[in-house]
């Protein structure tokens, strides 16, 4: 497989744009090389400048899931595209949206659209603070909730690819009300809420952390977390940009069976356009600007273009019967091929999955938990894994800390091809 192309666009990108890449993760500085550069994707696939071909694991970081370029959602778009682009006044299409998403995820009695995930966990971080009158916020080690000031500290995703969990930038009185707890850490949950649970505005956490690989959180601990919330009159935030739609069809919070105050959504909300929300009990949302006085506002928000793409894939999630039995199975079946490829090989390397999401581990300890045991993996066997299977036409996260994403248009075979380049992968690094 040549990279020549995307070796030159990379040279061109990186004269232009920093680190030539407009979202540092995927710069390969997690993986070293190239990144290399796509021209179109369809279904399953990724095709890049070179014209080699790849079965694509990381659907866009998650919005995929339908596979790329669904005909239905593209014809929708293209009929909006005919009346215009953004008008930045009401459209009858939001409110459809609006009430497709009451309808599938359990917490949202009312919802707002903005246009990414950061604006969505910003603005509910605002909200849940002029709602409480209360400054400090709780947030979790790993978990990475968008690039607003005071939600960079001990982040996942790039910032902890690339080895500087909390950005500089960010003054110290910035994140001075930013606590931070473990991931499914019951002892310390306790510990805090007891001497600080009368002055936490929110909770924010990724109910599955998919920021750090694949943590999956114990259930007691969301239950705990909960009642605490309850308890302190604290308002619990779940952050289901990336698994909002995708574990499940009302997201975490109906797997787990735990409703929060306030969801924030992205990435599958919008099927590949810019699309972030955020929604949840009637009395807190209504303290936003216009009924209330907590300020947010966006131009491009609601955009017809993103509300069609966003609403004509929620439906077709939505109508398609089996769906998250198909897709969960479908997951399962790449992670327990790669488990069983562990064993066969007797080598430390494992993989578990929800729903649509997936996470392998080169490591011996099958417990992972929390930020901590997620670093424990070898990274440096990731970065070998990663480029054997680029070469065989496999693209994966390049990052060893970020979830892999399998959509409803990956047939067995794409998962039984993906192991068998699996296994020569793994028979060469190891
Ligand atoms: N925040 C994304 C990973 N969790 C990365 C987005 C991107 O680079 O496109």
């Known amino acids: 497989?040549?990279?020549?192309?995307?070796?030159?666009?990379?040279?061109?990108?990186?004269?232009?744009?920093?680190?030539?890449?407009?979202?540092?993760?995927?710069?390969?500085?997690?993986?070293?090389?190239?990144?290399?550069?796509?021209?179109?994707?369809?279904?399953?696939?990724?095709?890049?400048?070179?014209?080699?071909?790849y079965i694509d694991y990381v659907g866009s970081w998650g919005p995929a899931i339908l596979g790329h370029a669904n005909p239905q959602v593209i014809s929708a778009i293209k009929k909006q595209?005919?009346?215009?682009?953004s008008f930045g006044a009401p459209t009858a299409i939001e409110t459809q949206l609006a009430q497709q998403v009451m309808k599938m995820v359990p917490g949202i009695e009312m919802i707002r659209m903005v246009s990414s995930g950061t604006e969505a966990t910003m603005s509910a971080i605002r909200l849940a603070r002029g709602y409480t009158n209360r400054k400090k916020i709780l947030k979790f080690e790993g978990c990475y909730h968008g690039h607003s000031e005071s939600l960079l500290v001990k982040g996942g995703s790039g910032l902890l690819t690339h080895g500087t969990p909390t950005s500089a930038g960010v003054p110290e009185e910035f994140i001075q009300f930013t606590m931070n707890s473990s991931f499914n850490d019951i002892n310390k949950l306790q510990m805090i809420f007891s001497h600080h649970g009368h002055e936490i505005a929110a909770?924010?956490?990724?109910?599955?952390?998919?920021?750090?690989?694949?943590?999956?959180p114990e259930p007691e601990f969301l239950s705990l977390l909960r009642k605490l919330c309850d308890r302190h009159n604290v308002v619990l935030i779940f952050d289901e940009v990336m698994t909002g739609f995708r574990v499940a069809k009302g997201g975490a919070q109906a797997f787990y069976n735990i409703v929060p105050d306030l969801t924030t959504l992205g990435k599958v909300i919008g099927g590949g356009m810019p699309v972030g929300a955020f929604g949840g009990k009637k009395a807190i949302m209504e303290k936003l600007s216009p009924l209330g006085n907590v300020y947010q506002a966006g131009t491009l928000s609601g955009n017809p273009v993103a509300m069609v793409s966003g609403l004509e894939t929620l439906k077709i999630i939505d109508e398609e019967k089996d769906f998250y039995d198909k897709l969960s199975a479908r997951t399962q079946q790449l992670a327990d091929g790669l488990n069983a490829l562990g064993k066969k090989l007797s080598i430390p390397f494992f993989a578990q999955s929800v729903g649509g999401m997936f996470g392998f581990y080169f490591s011996d300890n099958t417990e992972v938990k929390d930020y901590q045991s997620v670093q424990t993996g070898d990274v440096e066997r990731f970065k070998k894994f990663f480029h054997a299977m680029l070469k065989k036409g496999v693209y994966l996260a390049p990052s060893a800390f970020e979830a892999g994403f399998v959509s409803i248009a990956h047939t067995q075979e794409d998962i039984v091809k993906t192991l068998d380049c699996a296994e020569k992968s793994l028979r060469e690094i190891f």
């Open 1 to 53: 497989m040549g990279y020549d192309v995307s070796e030159k666009l990379y040279q061109q990108a990186c004269q232009v744009i920093p680190g030539g890449v407009n979202s540092p993760v995927r710069a390969f500085k997690g993986v070293g090389g190239t990144p290399v550069f796509f021209e179109k994707a369809q279904g399953a696939y990724l095709w890049d400048v070179d014209g080699n071909q």
């Open 203 to 216: 909770v924010i956490i990724e109910p599955v952390a998919g920021n750090m690989n694949l943590v999956l």
């Open 81 to 85: 595209l005919e009346n215009g682009l």
